[in-house]
């Protein structure tokens, strides 16, 4: 029998490829429809959160001090979160710009293709895992 992984793309069906898979057009082409729906996952997110940011910021006339304040909190939040959203569409860009450009799958850094399993993970990853724990203790 041959050895089989499961690429599991989180909250989404999956697909079954063998093991030691390379990437070939065909896995790329999976890739890439993930970032797609990814990028519109994002998207959509990101629409529905401004609207409820603006709702808070209709809402602050009438309500008193303490929840004005709760309000500007939950503000500061949405903001930090638009902006976290606003960065993981660039990188899902940036990937869809790599599909494109064919060097889909390798490490920014060293060059070396990354782990199936990992773009699995997180299909917008530019790092390969040892480049990206060699990153993690430098900080
Ligand atoms: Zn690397």
Do not use: H, N, W
């Amino acid at each position: 029998m041959v050895p089989q992984v499961i690429i599991q793309f989180p909250r989404r069906k999956f697909s079954i490829v063998q093991a030691g898979i390379v990437l070939d057009d065909k896995l790329t082409d999976v890739f890439r429809q993930q970032l797609l729906q990814l990028q519109q996952d994002v998207s959509a997110l990101k629409a529905s959160a401004a609207s409820a940011a603006e709702i808070v910021a209709l809402d602050q006339t009438s309500v008193g001090r303490l929840s004005r304040m709760d309000a500007l909190q939950g503000q500061a939040m949405s903001l930090e979160q638009g902006r976290r959203r606003e960065r993981e569409l660039q990188k899902i860009a940036a990937a869809l710009r790599r599909i494109e450009a064919g060097d889909y799958g390798d490490c920014l850094a060293c060059d070396e293709p990354i782990a199936i399993e990992r773009l699995t993970l997180d299909p917008a990853a530019t790092l390969c895992i040892r480049c990206a724990s060699a990153r993690e203790d430098q900080r």
